[in-house]
Nanobody, 124 residues
Framework: QVQLVESGGGLVQAGDSLTLSCAFSGRAFSNYAMGWFRQAPGKEREFVGCINWNGVLTYYADALKGRITISRNDPAKTVYLRMNSLKPEDTAVYYC?????????????????WGQGTQVTVSS
């Protein structure tokens, strides 16, 4: 069983940057693609971005391209979401997810394991 624990959320101001972390445990991290999703109050969960098993491929939501970067550190079994120029509309609970496989995956239903989420609140 895979466990995922997100951290790094909090209250920030518009224009700030923030890096979220997701610690992976339970199985071989290198066998998993990782994704980030978010859910704002009253809205559906939406795709943020993902990274493949070896970090060579990344894919980002069109609306967030240019402001986010996803990376992974395999020895640390951690995936990161770096967000720049934060806006109030980025306020959401951010979730990481894991999918066994070789590609990048953009649909929430593709993912096998989920973390509990970390709250990011961006004040104007």
């Amino acid at each position: 069983q895979v466990q995922l624990v997100e951290s790094g959320g909090g209250l920030v101001q518009a224009g700030d940057s923030l890096t979220l972390s997701c610690a992976f445990s339970g199985r071989a991290f290198s066998n998993y693609a990782m994704g980030w999703f978010r859910q704002a109050p009253g809205k559906e969960r939406e795709f943020v971005g993902c990274i493949n098993w070896n970090g060579v491929l990344t894919y980002y939501a069109d609306a967030l391209k240019g402001r986010i970067t996803i990376s992974r550190n395999d020895p640390a079994k951690t995936v990161y979401l770096r967000m720049n120029s934060l806006k109030p509309e980025d306020t959401a609970v951010y979730y990481c997810a894991a999918k066994g496989g070789s590609f990048v995956y953009t649909l929430s239903e593709d993912y096998d394991f989920w973390g509990q989420g970390t709250q990011v609140t961006v004040s104007s």
